[in-house]
């Protein structure tokens, strides 16, 4: 990756389960956490820093336990404030999201609402297809030429 500036993006996204039922939970986690990282790729795909301290303080802080899901929330309140910008994935909002979304907006940073991840990519890839498609589409200038020669009877 060449060096140059990257606009750091904070990545808000749920992480603890809704779920009480410990099979139903254990699969939301495993859901939170591949959106988070699929929202991290994108965003380096995009030429951006993500900045997802939901993938990185749960490594070492127990999100079961109050006291340390609060540090972890508070250590990421530090690095929401030194991202340029808050992209918000998908349309569930959880509490701690609502702290996040609350705080940057104290800061005056941009929140960008985004759609799941994997729902971002396609459209992407749709338009990126659409636009293309467009561009074949189009006569190219030696085709224009040759439509004006054939016009004028050349």
């Not at 009480?20 to 254990?26: C, G, Q, T």
């Not at 309140?77 to 104290?106: C, H, N, P, Y």
């Not at 800061?107 to 396609?122: A, G, H, T």
């Not at 459209?123 to 040759?146: F, N, S």
Request: a negative charge; hydrophobic letters at 40%.
């Amino acid at each position: 990756m060449e060096k140059r500036e990257m606009t750091a993006v904070f990545v808000c996204s749920p992480f603890r389960p809704s779920s009480k039922e410990p099979a139903v939970a254990k699969d939301q986690l495993a859901s939170n956490i591949n959106r988070a990282v699929m929202a991290c790729k994108l965003l380096i795909r995009l030429g951006h820093l993500p900045l997802a301290p939901h993938l990185y303080f749960p490594r070492f802080l127990d999100d079961t336990i109050a006291s340390e899901r609060e540090d972890g929330i508070q250590m990421g309140l530090l690095w929401l404030k030194q991202a340029d910008e808050v992209w918000v994935f998908g349309s569930e909002i959880t509490e701690g999201m609502s702290r996040e979304i609350a705080e940057a907006k104290a800061l005056n940073k941009p929140v960008r609402m985004m759609p799941e991840p994997c729902k971002l990519v396609m459209e992407l890839l749709a338009a990126m297809q659409e636009r293309t498609q467009r561009q074949a589409d189009m006569p190219t200038k030696e085709g224009c030429a040759e439509t004006e020669q054939e016009e004028r009877g050349s």
